[in-house]
Nanobody, 122 residues
Framework: QVQLGESGGGLVQAGGSLRLSCAAS????????MGWYRQAPGRQRELVAD???????NYADSVKGRFTISRDNAKNTVYLQMNSLKPEDTAVYYC????????????????WGQGTQVTVSS
């Protein structure tokens, strides 16, 4: 069974930094794109950043220049370095990964982590 395990959330003051990590574990053939989403109270879940297996990245306009997504393919792990944090970055952050479980059959399925809380105080 495939699982995504997240770590690194917490409470930080505005202007501070946090680093989130998410590792895929279990039995699978390949991990394709990985990414981070966030959901603030009363708002829809939104894409923060994603990265392909080849390293191409995409960021929400609101985090460009402050957040950096990266991955270690050997460890099936994605990271989100968050700098210059703002109170509006407060949300539950979810890891997402597109994973192909079987080499010879089946497609790619989306998996989600359990979420990690990031709170930025002003």
């Amino acid at each position: 069974q495939v699982q995504l395990g997240e770590s690194g959330g917490g409470l930080v003051q505005a202007g501070g930094s946090l680093r989130l990590s998410c590792a895929a574990s279990g039995s699978f053939f390949r991990v394709d794109a990985m990414g981070w989403y966030r959901q603030a109270p009363g708002r829809q879940r939104e894409l923060v950043a994603d990265i392909t297996s080849g390293g191409s990245t995409n960021y929400a306009d609101s985090v460009k220049g402050r957040f950096t997504i990266s991955r270690d393919n050997a460890k099936n792990t994605v990271y989100l370095q968050m700098n210059s944090l703002k109170p509006e970055d407060t949300a539950v952050y979810y890891c997402n990964a597109a994973i192909k479980e079987k080499a010879w059959w089946g497609g790619v399925a989306d998996y989600w982590g359990q979420g990690t809380q990031v709170t930025v105080s002003s």
